[in-house]
């Protein structure tokens, strides 16, 4: 993840007595799709396990004020 892909871009703010004024900018970070598919496929398995985390915690708290 660590090669992600930058671009500047430099614009012309202001052309004096030929002399030439320029701003640079850097553009976001590109992320690939893959990466952000990748991201989405781990946070929806976080997400299961999460939820039968709780689901157990639930599970055993219900079972405990039965008994």
């Not at 850097?26 to 299961?48: G, H, N, R, W």
């Amino acid at each position: 993840m660590a090669n992600l892909k930058r671009n500047m871009i430099e614009l012309v703010k202001e052309v004096k007595e030929g002399e030439i004024e320029t701003v640079k900018y850097l553009t976001p970070v590109f992320i690939p799709f893959s990466v952000v598919y990748e991201a989405i496929d781990m946070t929806q398995e976080i997400e299961a396990e999460m939820l039968k985390v709780l689901d157990q915690k639930r599970n055993y708290l219900i079972s405990y004020w039965i008994l």
